[in-house]
DNA sequence: TTGTCGGCCGATCGCCGACAA
DNA sequence: TTGTCGGCGATCGGCCGACAA
């Protein structure tokens, strides 16, 4: 999975390691994480932190649901190991030079709305999208329309048809929108990533609103009040 | 799972011995239907067929496919135990025996034709199985027409339309037979059984053309040269 | 008796501009 | 700028009898 489409998906909040950096690795938020709020570590058999080099870092997505994650493998750093003593917190400021220099693409999030998820609807799309992100649209042609490709986190390519059209004017996707709703089974408050590669390729993301573990979910879903008649 | 729905599905040329009966176990056999055609059990160290006596017998089905199957837990008899000398055939015939005590409830089996499994088609239903496995239908309005149950063999109730209808008059299944090919992932070829039991209930399973295994399909796909404008 | 076909009607899908927030 | 709505045309699902095998 490419990296720049994983860090898209993720968003700006997520920061990983870099390689070869040290990390804490917390025993008991692990077990959390894993199992449920509930769990019991043999107090004092295990630390509480232990200090980390990152051995690997894998950029991964679920196969069914899109949502991506990622594997860090960790190895122990013993503590006659020289370096042991040095600040661990220098993982932050490794990583945050690290992700200074890779390329940071153009990329767009945007929740869906009632009437982007919807059957029956198009995708409206944002106008600084479709303008920074989209190939370039020919407005000149009437009305201005063109086809667009963009490939998924599993090197799927979905197909969109971009129109602006309307009064007053907006970029919409329509035929190919509902389709891809559907498989991906989106729903309104989940988002969708669009990223353009350096190539000029563009990518397409989705970031769920309900999320699974203890990553609580910053959606809920409000129930609107029947408009009294 | 009814033990006599589980044998409609399952067809007449299916027959399990009973328990307690005796049986050979031929660990070959096994092997070449768990793991495939090509297997190397040691020479001498297993032996070709083993005495056994069936101690229980689970019939099942698939959760995702419906197809049935069973699980039958052996006991090897060992070569001093009472009875190791005697004729070990003498399962076929306890499995004889007690498949004629067993009631035979009325069942019917249809292979789905393409006007069956297509879309916006009904099931067409044999006027045998309409009579003798269905409901009595009113034959005094008109149309003669019913609302058909039947649980499947997960207990699942699905819903039919039954009418009687057309020139000539031919028994139909409608509304509700498309969810039903759909939901169930028929496709022209496959068999549909319905079975009526004791107590005036109907069931209704099924009986797919294509088998996993060495069981080889009886089922080919034939493709049909396309007519001639 | 029953498999397949064309007709036909209603439901749904999905594209559209009109508004208004 | 963009979210939601009603309209409406095209498509599809699915019920029907005609006909023939």
């Known amino acids: 999975?490419?990296?720049?489409?994983?860090?898209?998906?993720?968003?700006?909040?997520?920061?990983?390691?870099?390689?070869?950096?040290?990390?804490?690795?917390?025993?008991?938020?692990?077990?959390?994480?894993?199992?449920?709020?509930?769990?019991d570590l043999p107090a004092g058999r295990v630390p509480a932190l232990v200090l980390c080099r990152v051995a690997a870092v894998r950029f991964m997505a679920d196969p069914d649901t899109d949502?991506?994650?990622?594997?860090?493998?960790?190895?122990?750093?013993?503590?006659?190991?020289?370096g042991y003593a040095a600040d661990a917190d220098d993982a932050i400021g490794a990583a945050a030079a690290g992700g200074a220099q890779e390329d940071k693409p153009a990329s767009f999030a945007k929740t869906l709305t009632q009437s982007d998820a919807n059957n029956g609807g198009?995708?409206?799309?944002?106008?600084?999208?479709?303008?920074?992100?989209?190939?370039?649209?020919?407005?000149?042609?009437?009305?201005?329309?063109?086809?667009?490709?963009?490939?998924?986190?599993?090197?799927?390519?979905?197909?969109?048809?971009?129109?602006?059209?309307?009064?007053?004017?907006?970029?919409?996707?329509?035929?190919?929108?509902?389709?891809f709703v559907n498989q991906k089974k989106l729903v309104a408050g989940d988002s969708i990533v669009f990223m353009r590669t350096e190539n000029g390729d563009?990518?397409?993301?989705?970031?769920?609103?309900?999320?699974?573990?203890?990553?609580?979910?910053?959606?809920?879903?409000h129930h609107q009040p029947p408009p009294s008649p």
Chains 1, 2 share one sequence.
């Open 1 to 39: 999975l490419d990296p720049q489409l994983w860090h898209a998906c993720a968003g700006g909040m997520v920061q990983m390691p870099p390689v070869h950096s040290k990390v804490y690795y917390f025993p008991q938020g692990h077990a959390e994480h894993a199992q449920g709020p509930v769990v």
């Open 67 to 82: 949502e991506v994650f990622a594997k860090i493998r960790l190895a122990p750093v013993r503590p006659n190991e020289p």
């Open 122 to 179: 198009g995708f409206s799309v944002p106008r600084y999208c479709a303008e920074t992100i989209f190939p370039r649209l020919d407005y000149s042609a009437y009305p201005p329309v063109q086809t667009v490709l963009a490939k998924d986190v599993h090197g799927v390519v979905w197909k969109f048809r971009h129109i602006y059209r309307g009064t007053p004017r907006r970029h919409l996707l329509t035929t190919g929108w509902s389709t």
């Open 202 to 221: 563009l990518c397409v993301g989705i970031r769920r609103a309900k999320k699974g573990g203890i990553g609580g979910p910053e959606f809920l879903h």
